[in-house]
């Protein structure tokens, strides 16, 4: 897992770095700064969940077992919504 993290840890390090040195070159606006905090957010759950995910799994079992009601439920939860915005952007 500690390979999964470095560029996540990498990737804030470098931006913090940026920002706390106050240089001229890095201008952003509060939307920037809010997104990329969305984003290393975003990004290291996945990597915290993926784990935890191959291992409620058991990834080398040969049948899926009882998990896989809730991945149906989600793609449901998740894909529905997904739809119904989609049709009403059209």
């Given at each position: 897992?500690?390979?999964?993290?470095?560029?996540?840890?990498?990737?804030?390090?470098?931006?913090?770095?940026?920002?706390?040195?106050g240089?001229?070159?890095?201008q952003?606006?509060?939307?920037?700064?809010?997104?990329?905090?969305?984003?290393?957010?975003?990004?290291?759950?996945?990597?915290?969940?993926?784990?935890?995910?191959?291992?409620?799994?058991?990834?080398?079992?040969?049948?899926?077992?009882?998990?896989?009601?809730?991945?149906?439920?989600?793609?449901?939860?998740?894909?529905?919504?997904?739809?119904?915005?989609?049709?009403?952007?059209?």
């Amino acid at each position: 897992m500690t390979y999964e993290t470095k560029p996540i840890e990498y990737r804030g390090y470098s931006l913090l770095r940026l920002l706390s040195s106050g240089s001229e070159k890095f201008q952003s606006n509060a939307f920037q700064m809010v997104m990329f905090r969305a984003g290393q957010a975003h990004a290291g759950v996945i990597v915290i969940l993926s784990p935890v995910c191959q291992v409620l799994t058991h990834m080398n079992a040969t049948a899926p077992n009882r998990w896989i009601k809730l991945l149906y439920a989600g793609i449901f939860i998740l894909g529905a919504p997904l739809i119904t915005f989609g049709i009403g952007l059209l």
